[in-house]
């Protein structure tokens, strides 16, 4: 069964970056769709970017020009750019299929708190 690990998260200061990874293990991240979502506190669960199986990329509007979604095929991970932080994106961090849902398998997260 799939399994997803996330790191990269911590504490930033606004305008900061930070550089988020996933890794799937049991799967290859290389060869299905990924999506990165956040949880901000009190909030539901939402997306913020996807890749395709051949690359194509799409970012979520409001963040778009901030984060970059990316995979490394060779270590087997997809990674989230996250450049000009800013308080509001402080968030729990999960990466997934693009189609996951309540019901899916989600690995822990990864915290990244933007402090102003």
């Known amino acids: 069964q799939v399994q997803f690990v996330e790191s990269g998260g911590g504490l930033v200061q606004t305008g900061e970056s930070l550089r988020l990874s996933c890794a799937a293990s049991?799967?290859?991240?290389?060869?299905?769709?990924m999506a990165w979502f956040r949880q901000a506190p009190g909030k539901q669960r939402e997306l913020v970017a996807r890749?395709?199986?051949?690359?194509?990329?799409m970012v979520v509007n409001s963040l778009r020009g901030r984060f970059t979604i990316s995979r490394d095929s060779a270590e087997n991970m997809v990674h989230l750019q996250m450049n000009n932080l800013k308080p509001e994106d402080t968030a729990v961090y999960y990466c997934?299929?693009?189609?996951?849902?309540?019901?899916?398998?989600w690995g822990q997260g990864t915290q990244v708190t933007v402090s102003s």
């Open positions: 997934n299929y693009p189609n996951a849902n309540s019901y899916s398998k």
């Open positions: 890749i395709s199986i051949t690359g194509v990329t």
């Open positions: 049991g799967s290859s991240a290389s060869r299905t769709a």
